[in-house]
């Protein structure tokens, strides 16, 4: 197989992982491509958790033209029991000849055991292809795995002059139709939407996905540490439909409100405060437990800063409106970056249009 056909079913694998994004967590989704006689045969991409990953789907629409055919698929193929039996089986059972992996899976359960499968069962594997797309691809997978906690990205709408608000607190719209119907997208792909308690206070935001169609929802989490969300916020209302969980401190757990909330159908979890703070490796970790593996912050300036100063940040997603508005509503007024030379720098920085919109998307680089 020539360099251009393998180029070119790696980038088709990728693209068809695409339709599996926000649908499996905490399983990354991968795409896998059948090709036999230089013709795809099959295509599959990772089904929702518990169900089949990309490599049986393809497996099964291809059936027994499988035989004798090569599987490029962009994440090496898992070798153990878990929700599912071992997709490396299931390949070698199938009759394929040879396959294309883009990256290693770090997971220690996988970590190469399944390319040494393929290879003692006599299948040709090759891998390494298109790495640093895919592991931006799967970037919340391999934050999970290897930092042993969510991906978290940071979203906040601004003018071009870089405010979040106007002087007398007015905020809505600062963005077009398309790119407000982009930040629901973002919310459908993410395991979690996360704010503090003022801005349900200042904004009173529902943080579900409100598009038209079959898209998942996130779970909603309120950093509330003294309970002060309202029973009547736009937040606890759709509770018993949406998800919505509370993280509060331990001393409000015994409380009337707690009832009432739960019973409303919000979700309680404590943490431990300090000066009225939690810690936010804490929240996390507790977010990594109940294995959900990104967040997206939908949050004031108080909540973002925080995160950036303990470097929990991952990546930073600006909506730019085409507005100007002056004044002093910063997004990040407090971080406390006296000096030019001690700039928080950005990578992989990216942008695109969005009708007179522009997304722009950054990667925070922080020093060792």
């Not at 070798?79 to 039996?85: D, E, F, M």
């Not at 997971?107 to 592991?135: C, Q, S, T």
Request: glycine share 8%; aromatic share 10%.
């Amino acid at each position: 197989m020539t360099d251009a056909q393998i180029k070119h079913y790696m980038q088709l694998a990728i693209k068809v992982a695409e339709k599996g994004r926000g649908k499996c967590s905490p399983n990354p989704f991968v795409g896998s491509v059948i090709v036999k006689n230089n013709q795809v045969i099959s295509e599959g991409w990772t089904l929702e958790y518990g169900s089949d990953h990309s490599e049986i789907q393809a497996l099964k629409k291809a059936g027994k033209r499988a035989k004798g055919a090569t599987l490029f698929v962009t994440l090496e193929p898992c070798s153990h029991y878990g929700k599912t039996p071992p997709c490396t089986k299931a390949i070698i059972a199938a009759g394929i000849k040879e396959v294309y992996i883009g990256i290693y899976d770090p997971n220690p359960l996988v970590k190469g055991k399944g390319i040494a499968m393929l290879k003692e069962a006599g299948i040709d594997v090759h891998y390494g292809f298109w790495e640093d797309k895919i592991r931006t691809q799967l970037e919340y997978y391999l934050c999970f795995i290897q930092k042993e906690r969510p991906f978290v990205t940071w979203k906040t709408a601004l003018t071009l002059d870089g405010k979040y608000a106007a002087e007398d607190g007015t905020a809505r719209w600062i963005t077009g139709k398309k790119a407000r119907e982009y930040a629901h997208k973002l919310r459908s792909e993410n395991d979690v939407v996360l704010t503090g308690i003022k801005t349900i206070l200042i904004d009173d935001p529902a943080l579900n996905v409100r598009l038209p169609g079959n898209y998942k929802q996130p779970l909603r989490v309120v950093l509330d540490p003294f309970l002060k969300i309202p029973v009547l916020s736009s937040f606890v209302s759709i509770a018993a439909k949406f998800p919505g969980m509370v993280i509060t401190s331990t001393a409000n757990l015994q409380t009337d409100k707690v009832n009432l909330l739960k019973q409303k159908g919000v979700k309680i979890e404590t943490l431990k405060t300090q000066d009225g703070h939690f810690n936010l490796h804490e929240v996390l970790n507790l977010l990594y437990n109940m294995n959900y593996y990104s967040v997206l912050l939908e949050t004031g300036s108080g909540i973002a800063e925080a995160f950036l100063k303990e470097e929990l940040i991952d990546k930073i997603i600006f909506l730019y409106g085409a507005k100007i508005l002056g004044g002093t509503k910063s997004p990040l007024p407090a971080l406390g970056i006296e000096s030019i030379y001690k700039a928080l720098y950005m990578w992989k920085t990216s942008c695109r249009k969005m009708e007179n919109d522009i997304v722009v998307t950054a990667y925070p680089f922080y020093p060792i």
